[in-house]
């Protein structure tokens, strides 16, 4: 057993930080190298996507995947059940992860361009990266692991700092689902 992600991408952080006081980003050709690597990593993250998206439209897998959407955080609500495909739901699961990179590279867009910070450049060459080689659809569609387990669908919300706040995972037990079914939430075949 290894160390967590979070744990890991606390080490990187910390590391880089300290290697980045001692980088001269004064100099225009460090800067751009950084730059450069910056770039590089979002391209292979892109890739990794790409064929990511490409695998899954190959692999058509028409399964019906069903399980019970949480409740919006706050609201009274019970959850809705949701009815689709393993294809349809790796491909909105994808759609997330590349939403997710275009968020991260429009904000280190933001904080470099305008702000002129330079050190976040570094540390979001290699976090964003790790990120998308640890990806449950990754780990299924690049490195071949089976889809059962941690890696069954739908997918566990992964702990973070923000996890408290969330409405709790996706049920996909039985129990759960013919609740649903009976109560009449939902039902409606996402495509």
Not at 72 to 84: A, H
Not at 97 to 124: A, W
Request: hydrophobic share 40%; net charge positive; aromatic share 6%.
């Amino acid at each position: 057993m290894g160390l967590s992600p979070q744990i890991t991408n606390l080490i990187i952080i910390l590391g880089m930080m300290q290697v980045a006081k001692k980088i001269p980003f004064e100099d225009e050709s460090v800067l751009n190298l950084c730059r450069a690597g910056y770039i590089a990593s979002n391209l292979i993250i892109l890739s990794i996507y790409l064929y990511i998206q490409s695998t899954i439209n190959k692999k058509k897998d028409l399964t019906t995947l069903k399980y019970v959407e949480p409740a919006p955080m706050g609201s009274s609500e019970e959850g809705k059940l949701v009815t689709t495909t393993v294809q349809a739901y790796d491909l909105a699961q994808l759609k997330n992860l590349m939403r997710s990179q275009m968020m991260g590279v429009l904000m280190m867009g933001v904080m470099h361009l305008y702000f002129k910070y330079t050190n976040p450049l570094l540390i979001q060459s290699i976090i964003p990266l790790k990120g998308a080689l640890e990806a449950n659809l990754t780990k299924i569609h690049v490195w071949g692991q089976p889809a059962s387990g941690d890696l069954k669908r739908p997918f566990k919300q992964a702990a973070g700092f923000m996890s408290g706040l969330q409405s709790g995972p996706a049920q996909s037990d039985k129990k759960a689902v013919e609740s649903a079914e009976r109560a009449g939430r939902g039902g409606a075949k996402e495509e």
